[in-house]
């Protein structure tokens, strides 16, 4: 599979992968069961378990909005939540570091 993936201002990867349609068909399953943001981090264990390599890139003009932003900071903060925990139900605490260090040392 190839992967594009944008960095965060602090140098960190931020799942942005670019999958192949013959990728996502072999995992149609598994990802039809993921909780609402699940996805990136079942892309980012493929990737990892494949050691597939990762090439980090700037977007240009490509930003992030934050919940807050969009909803209010209640509404905000509450959507941050929910995604934080739909993260948490895909992997653990310490898998998210354990992934960030893994999609650092595959890449290009």
Not at 5 to 12: D, E, F, P, S
Request: proline share 3%; aromatic share 8%; charged share 20%.
């Amino acid at each position: 599979m190839r992967s594009c993936v944008a960095r965060h201002r602090l140098g960190l990867p931020l799942g942005r992968a670019c999958p192949t349609t013959r990728f996502a068909g072999g995992h149609l399953d598994a990802i039809g069961h993921l909780p609402g943001f699940g996805l990136e981090s079942y892309i980012n264990g493929v990737l990892i378990r494949q050691k597939s390599r990762v090439k980090v890139v700037w977007w240009e003009h490509v930003r992030h909005t934050y919940k807050a932003r969009k909803y209010g900071i209640w509404k905000g903060i509450a959507g941050e939540a929910r995604m934080l925990m739909n993260i948490v139900e895909t992997i653990s605490l310490s898998g998210t570091a354990h992934q960030i260090i893994a999609m650092l040392r595959q890449r290009v």
